[in-house]
């Protein structure tokens, strides 16, 4: 890694190698040209294939890049024959060094598209969030509703069996004193099968849509 001013650029010296087509001889690969002087005195066995692989060269080749994640950046001076890196040393420094403005640029660009990209992800969670708070008072909304109603219906079955009991000892009461009593008795173990409806209990235990989901600050 070398820095220019404030600006790093990362700095990657290799040997190149080049594909040549090569047969295995005595454990290693040989290109053509030289595997021939091992050619055995009857030729090759018909199953001595060949192969293309990868032989070096002897030439360098020196990439330089950016080591920033937001600037996408590099560049290779590659030797023509072996030795001339070193004779044009002074000339591929001064081709880094003119890299280092590309590369500040290329960051403030990415700095700015990742500022970007980030407040685009802040707008669409917030709007996420805010459509998921939606369909949650929605559905909050919904069940309160729908306990309401069978608080309601709990009710009125209430009020219509009382409503027959009230029928029962009316109707009772004008019977002979014996069958009076015998159907009073029966209205009171039936009443005993029954509880009694409370509204007032009933509605404390209802849920409103803001208990079931507290309205939250976005």
């Not at 005195?41 to 060949?50: E, H, N």
Request: charged residues 35%; proline residues 4%; neutral net charge.
């Amino acid at each position: 890694m070398v820095f220019f001013g404030t600006v790093a650029i990362g700095l990657i010296l290799f040997e190149l190698t080049e594909a040549k087509e090569a047969r295995y001889v005595n454990g290693v690969y040989l290109p053509l040209g030289q595997a021939e002087r091992h050619r055995p005195r009857g030729g090759w066995s018909q199953w001595a294939w060949t192969t293309q692989h990868a032989f070096v060269t002897g030439r360098l080749c020196l990439q330089f890049y950016s080591p920033y994640p937001l600037a996408d950046w590099s560049q290779r001076w590659m030797e023509r024959k072996p030795g001339e890196m070193r004779l044009r040393m002074t000339s591929i420094i001064g081709d880094i060094a003119k890299a280092a403005p590309t590369i500040a640029t290329l960051v403030e660009a990415g700095q700015r598209a990742e500022e970007s990209r980030r407040r685009e992800w802040e707008q669409e969670r917030q709007r996420l969030e805010e459509q998921e708070e939606v369909r949650g008072r929605e559905k909050a909304r919904l069940e309160a509703r729908q306990q309401m109603l069978e608080i309601i219906d709990r009710w009125n079955e209430s009020q219509r069996v009382l409503a027959f009991f009230e029928e029962a000892e009316r109707q009772a009461a004008l019977r002979g004193e014996d069958e009076k009593a015998r159907l009073l008795d029966r209205l009171d173990q039936a009443r005993a099968l029954i509880a009694d409806a409370d509204a007032l209990e009933a509605l404390s235990e209802w849920k409103t849509p803001g208990e079931r989901r507290p309205l939250r600050r976005l």
